[in-house]
């Protein structure tokens, strides 16, 4: 342990504060073992530190079930909400593990970076295409490196993204820094499989709650239709650079071609995930999340749809005349997709993962508590 | 109709509604607080001839009925009792039907694994899931519904009266409350609970040590429509005196506490009361068996409150408390913090120290741990106070269910009733006279509240009777 994770062991912060006296009362109770990673995680534990409560907050899925299901919540005197607290914690987690850590408070405002993201990239590629008017008429109307020059795509795109790399690696490497455990036997394939399953966002089988009590599978169904989806879009982009590098081949490409349709299916994919995921989060009980979170959710997954839709309507547009606009609309979303990765819900991923990560290791090892049965 | 808002009228008013009745559930408490003590439950006792599922090895009917006895010294109706115990083996798909959804036993259960099968997310995830079958079903649930009153005519009660929401936590329950709403019907399933919640009538029993209870389950089982139905001529049964009495946490509120107010270190250390004495052998047996006579015990000790006192020896041995304890580097350091004497408390200590015979510990088995020469002896698991940080946790009776209820008959219905039933708690003495062992009030509250519901189903909609046939 570091120097300053032993000082964050013992400076909790109030939300962890908070979290460390809900999970007191949770592992007296133990009802909601059954539900999900974090309290069988909680239960090897009889004190909770800052590093514990922030492996905690980035366990738990926020499905909602233990909020429910508890005796203690609202209106009981306990007022336990244990998706809150832990939303709550895993938020001040993003910002605390950030890099550079200075940009950890983009967190705050996120409705704001949001805006200024999306506008700044439109400029840019106005500023750009605009600039090149006239200049590259020899390469064609349909060409989309008339409006955008390839270079100059790369050097944007790929230094946007590569800081956006660099960042999360950076963060990952905070977060593991203070969470990692020895590994054990198949821990890690177990934990791949819990990630590519989505195994903890489904309240212990029948799924999270939102506008009642009442379990449902949507949630889950609609994330994987964005994870996949948002993949799918990866490897057709992967796939175009191929294309562009080794043989040649330029955009845009025959609608039959492998990038088009793997952009195609993980576009609508991405498209319905996402749209569906807004709505569900508009509509769910705001009692299980933090309130402040909203704009992050809200503003996330906004984004990833505009990206995915505009994309999409390229697609049709692209034999027209507005292939222009809405190939500029298109690039500015991604481009602004990329700046916000390290400092918007996008890291939610990354985190998730890395606690899931050690939530198996740590299973797979001997508990150090050896309590009585009670 | 179905009075209640617990497990018990849960499962009758979805029995009934499957039979094809109109119900209408009245539950006094508000929709947050719906469920009475059912929320603060976490399992049912089932027999199985095989594994099933969560349930491992085999838990036969005659080890159940056996387990029945031995707790309740054999006062039970061995008749309902059996009825109870015949059906607890099916009862499950039921309830899975309905939403329930069952888990392996939970960390620190392992010794329930055989015979209790847990709900997952625990009781009131049980609750919501049937209170949402009952909306699918379309029972009309009236929330803050107390009922105030039952018209009687003869051997049929007619009509419930339902009072203002107020009505639903007060203690007078022999008081005429003012009365908002008549609500007529054929039959009734009466599911109301005990009288637990209501401390004036405890006092009754307990005198004024009553005062110093902690009720562990919900403020709304006050025992209104119990008195009700006695006064109206049914037959009592049960110790009115007795209650399920365990040693919880005294910081606990004063109701709702639930599971988490628990203190598991009893066996690990001395308990000692307010002048500082020793007044029971704390290592009598596994605290699993064992806890349901603390409070009875600490009920007996000047101001009903003790303390358990451990040291750095017993720490992290067992299921973490909700509060934390008085914790001090030196004795009479924690006597001063508990507020005892610490002359006294010393002498006590220092006696029993002087009287354990050192042994080989081992919490999981009854050890050979044990004191010599001293009253009360320490029979297991004694081991000398003497390595600090040392701690203490208050400890005061935790009431978790009052005995006195109706007797009832092999349908369900309330002697000297034509068309009043009843279900869980109101009923349970009948099986339960004394004692408890773990999951049966909720087995006793299913199989009766779905032999209550079906049969007031049938009466209601003027059908053959189908003794059981219909829970099959």
Redesign the interface.
Known sequence: MTQASRFRSIMLSPAQTEGARVM??C?????????CAVF?AM?RR?DFNAVDMDYLANLCHNCG??Y?????A?????ALNVPRSLARIRKASYAHYAWPVALGRLYQRQGLLLALALVGSLAVLMFVANALIGSTATLGQQSFYAVIPHQTMVVLFGSVFSFAVLAMTVSAWRFWREHAVENQPGADRESLAAIAGLRYLDG???GCVEQ???PSLARKHLHHASFYGFLLCFASTSVATLYHYIFGWQAPYDLLSLPVVLGTVGGILMCVGSAGLLVMRIRRDRRLGDPEQYPMDVGFVSLLFLVAFSGLVLLVLRDTEAMRASLIVHLASVLAFFVLMPYSKFVHGLYRGLAILKHHREQKSPNP?????? | MVIGGGNAALCAALVAAESGAKVMLLESAPRDERGGNSIHTRNIRCMHEAPQDVLTDVYDADEYFEDLLRVTKGVTDETLARIVIRQSSSCRSWMKQHGVRFQPSLGGTLHLSRTNAFFLGGGKALMNAYYRSAERFGIQIRYQSPVVGLVCEGRRIRAALIGEPSAADRDDVRLEWPVRERIDAKTIVIASGGFESNIPWLTEAWGEAAANFRIRGCRFNRGRVLRQLIDAGAQAIGDPRQCHAVAIDARAPLYDGGIVTRVDCVSLGIVVNTEAQRFYDEGEDFWPKRYAIWGRLVAGQPQQLAWSVIDAQAQGRFMPPVFPGEEAQSLPELARKMKVPVAQFMETVEAYNASVVPGRFDHAVLDDCHTQGISPAKTHWALRIEKPPFKAYPLRPGITFTYLGVKVDEQAQVLGFDNVFAAGEIMAGNVLGQGYVAGIGMTIGTIFGRIAGARAATMALGRQARPQGILQ
Request: glycine share 16%.
């Open positions: 007191g009362i592992n007296s109770c133990r009802y909601c073992e059954g539900f069988p239960e009889l079930a233990c429910h299901a508890c005796q203690y609202p209106p009981h005197a306990f212990g089988g029948e009642t009590d009442a508590l050896g309590l009585s049965e009670g």
